[in-house]
């Protein structure tokens, strides 16, 4: 019998995401060793290595958790040294979040790993493949985002992120 064969119903698509994005986490998690990072800091975390110095508030609407969790977990970032608050420049009533650079170094560890894990899937499929299966992720992303966010709502911070502990939440 094939695997396929042996897939139980609803074990399909979402089980094969759900694995591959177990895989994906075991690559990254030595680099989060012995760092005290929860999932919801490390989603914080992610988030700034895309968008450094944004406000509380952008944040909390980023990462859909609530301004008072984004305090609290802003406070232990910043005693663990991942993170500062500024002030805003222009406006002394609003603060930033910035990476320190023990935070950026994690971002480059990280990074460094994934690339690694991309050049092993061009090398285990065909060429062009890697970026079709990128296409599709992100129309099925998109596409189920959007659709978390038409039944929820804008005032709660529910969603696709909204879990005590997603599968594969680097």
Same mark, same amino acid.
């Given at each position: 019998?094939?695997?396929?064969?042996?897939?139980?119903?609803?074990?399909?698509?979402?089980?094969?995401?759900?694995?591959?994005?177990?895989?994906?986490?075991? &690559?990254?998690?030595? +680099?989060?060793?012995?760092?005290?990072? +929860?999932?919801?800091? &490390?989603?914080?975390?992610?988030?700034?290595?895309?968008?450094?110095?944004?406000?509380?508030?952008?944040?909390?609407?980023?990462?859909?958790? %609530?301004?008072?969790?984004?305090?609290?977990?802003?406070? +232990?970032?910043?005693?663990?040294?991942?993170?500062?608050?500024?002030?805003?420049?222009?406006?002394? &009533?609003?603060?930033?979040?910035?990476?320190?650079?023990?935070? %950026?170094?994690?971002?480059?560890?990280?990074?460094?790993?994934?690339?690694?894990?991309?050049?092993?899937?061009?090398?285990?499929?065909?060429?062009?493949?890697?970026?079709?299966?990128?296409?599709?992720? +992100?129309?099925?992303?998109?596409?189920?985002?959007? &659709? %978390?966010?038409?039944? %929820?709502?804008?005032?709660?911070?529910?969603?696709?992120?909204?879990?005590?502990?997603?599968?594969?939440?680097?």
């Amino acid at each position: 019998m094939s695997k396929r064969e042996l897939m139980m119903p609803g074990e399909g698509v979402p089980q094969l995401l759900y694995s591959l994005t177990n895989c994906l986490e075991q &690559r990254v998690l030595p +680099h989060f060793r012995g760092t005290k990072l +929860h999932w919801g800091l &490390r989603r914080i975390l992610q988030r700034l290595w895309l968008e450094d110095g944004l406000s509380q508030s952008e944040l909390a609407r980023a990462v859909r958790f %609530s301004e008072a969790s984004i305090s609290n977990m802003l406070k +232990h970032l910043v005693s663990g040294g991942w993170v500062e608050r500024r002030t805003d420049s222009y406006d002394y &009533r609003v603060t930033r979040v910035f990476l320190t650079q023990q935070g %950026s170094d994690l971002r480059t560890a990280v990074k460094t790993e994934l690339a690694d894990v991309e050049g092993e899937l061009r090398r285990l499929l065909p060429s062009g493949e890697v970026e079709k299966l990128a296409e599709l992720l +992100h129309q099925a992303l998109d596409g189920l985002t959007r &659709r %978390s966010e038409a039944t %929820s709502d804008p005032e709660t911070p529910t969603g696709i992120y909204d879990r005590a502990g997603p599968p594969g939440d680097l």
